[in-house]
């Protein structure tokens, strides 16, 4: 009496399982829909609108091949025939088949047209996604806290705004198509179960049951998916120190061990997109057959078991076969959403570490007639080690001000906090009577010139260095080029930047390759 009992409660735990896995997937996918609605407003209604336009369309259009067949016949014998004629009746019209074929006509130009919106649409949905979220995530990472940087890896960030971004903008219009191909099923059901209700369920069970028997393979396909983000961060990374540090690697000789580190992260993803687009290969491969297949023993069983018409089931193994393709292709599409789906998992993570770290900001400016800045009793440490204790300083304004020390004293430290990069552990820092912790960081680092220990070049040309791209921001471009002018000048830059062959338009290469270690400072 117990054995059964201890089996049933491990059938219900099963179930439950299943059904808590089930609803998770749904919860993600019904997530990422919302999102979708978020990024782009009321152009989601107006896909969803027009997606089933196309659906309807298309249905009605098959249907009228019922009367079209039926061209004659009297009584109709269905209730799509019946329809038709009953409409054509109510505008004083005859059904006849000239008739019937213009409506036909005119249904697929409509449905055509419907198509083409849908297309429209989802190109649209797709490129602002990629814009709004792209420019959302470089927004949260110019925001987060020097501290959460200097904790993270460039080649993380980098793969956030170029591979993960794309592979979850591929995961959610995996969604959109999923949206079409529910609204074709749901219509192509209901007109099919006004011609045969028993055939539709079958047809609808079959593929069900076919996509059920497909779930381990989605599962597969998540698990390297996850995998595949993970190794693309990796692969950034080292990517990213090789191009950094391309001089000193091929100085010492050290690219064929650099390139067999490499190698390794480059075969992993191999493996992992090789197998993930096997099992997309196989579900693609195999819709068609599968239908066919189905199809043909259907329509064995109507007309050699059944005794029934060919021409009759004609229309509905129309439907089946549209029916059945769209229900399989709903698999391979969430097979694929599921492929893409660390991508938006990594975005989604990504996105909520980067709003956890957001650096804190005031909202008081700099006054312009603000007097020295003021450290007082403060300290700093690098996660348990100290590197300055109790500093007091005084940097008068209109002054001089030089800080010497020995290498690891704290001075690269002093002007992290002199630019509000770190905040101290204790004390203050004060510009005026402000407070750092009361300032917009902004404003305050507007006001900042800082000449690093190595120079910040851009790929980009002398005068966009200078002026960083002020140009393309709305200014006047003769006015910027003049200031250009003139900080070169005060620099000792304008004799080398007239020498170059572009003069302040000369591109001066990855870093400032191009230019010699003191032409970089003076930029």
């Not at 200097?150 to 993960?164: A, C, H, K, R």
């Not at 539709?200 to 779930?215: E, K």
Request: with cysteine; hydrophobic share 45%.
């Amino acid at each position: 009496a117990e054995v059964p009992s201890a089996q049933m409660a491990k059938t219900h735990r099963l179930i439950a399982m299943v059904a808590g896995k089930t609803l998770h997937r749904i919860r993600d996918a019904a997530g990422s829909i919302g999102r979708t609605y978020d990024f782009i407003g009321a152009r989601f209604f107006l896909l969803v609108g027009v997606i089933f336009a196309g659906s309807v369309f298309e249905s009605v259009g098959i249907g009228a091949f019922l009367p079209i067949l039926k061209v004659g016949e009297e009584p109709a014998g269905d209730r799509i025939t019946a329809a038709f004629r009953s409409v054509f009746t109510l505008l004083g019209l005859e059904a006849t088949l000239a008739s019937l074929l213009l409506l036909l006509v005119a249904i697929f130009v409509a449905k055509g047209v419907a198509a083409m919106f849908q297309e429209v649409i989802i190109l649209r949905v797709h490129t602002a996604l990629t814009y709004n979220i792209r420019m959302m995530m470089v927004r949260k990472i110019g925001g987060v806290s020097y501290s959460f940087y200097t904790e993270t890896t460039t080649g993380y960030l980098n793969n956030i705004v170029t591979v993960e971004i794309e592979r979850m903008i591929a995961a959610v219009m995996r969604l959109v198509r999923m949206i079409v191909n529910v609204s074709y099923v749901l219509v192509y059901v209901v007109v099919s179960s006004m011609i045969n209700f028993p055939v539709t369920m079958f047809m609808v069970g079959t593929g069900v049951a076919l996509i059920f028997f497909a779930r381990p393979l989605v599962s597969i396909s998540r698990k390297y998916s996850l995998g595949i983000s993970k190794a693309n961060s990796t692969f950034q990374d080292s990517v990213i120190q090789y191009v950094q540090n391309f001089v000193y690697i091929k100085a010492t000789g050290a690219f064929p061990r650099f390139l067999s580190h490499l190698e390794r992260n480059v075969e992993s993803l191999r493996r992992m997109n090789f197998r993930v687009r096997l099992i997309g290969g196989l579900m693609t491969a195999t819709v068609e057959p599968l239908a066919v297949i189905v199809l043909a023993g259907l329509l064995f069983y109507q007309v050699e078991v059944q005794g029934k018409a060919a021409a009759d089931f004609l229309v509905l193994s129309l439907f089946f076969y549209r029916t059945f393709t769209k229900l399989l292709e709903l698999q391979i599409l969430w097979q694929r959403f599921n492929e893409n789906l660390g991508g938006l998992r990594t975005i989604q993570e990504a996105s909520r570490r980067l709003d956890d770290n957001q650096e804190h900001n005031g909202e008081r400016w700099v006054n312009r007639d603000s007097t020295d800045i003021a450290i007082e009793n403060v300290s700093f440490a690098y996660g348990q080690e100290p590197v300055l204790e109790d500093i007091n300083m005084v940097i008068a304004r209109n002054k001089t001000t030089a800080i010497v020390g020995e290498s690891g004293a704290g001075k690269t430290t002093v002007f992290g906090l002199l630019t509000g990069l770190l905040v101290p552990r204790t004390g203050r820092i004060s510009i005026g009577s402000i407070e750092y912790a009361d300032l917009d960081k902004t404003d305050l680092r507007r006001r900042i010139g800082y000449v690093t220990q190595d120079p910040v070049i851009f790929h980009a040309s002398v005068a966009e260095n200078i002026s960083m791209w002020s140009v393309e921001g709305g200014g006047d471009e003769d006015e910027v080029m003049r200031r250009v002018e003139w900080a070169a000048d005060m620099a000792h830059c304008t004799e080398f930047v007239e020498r170059m062959p572009d003069g302040f338009e000369t591109v001066v290469g990855e870093r400032g390759v191009k230019l010699s270690g003191g032409q970089r400072q003076r930029i």
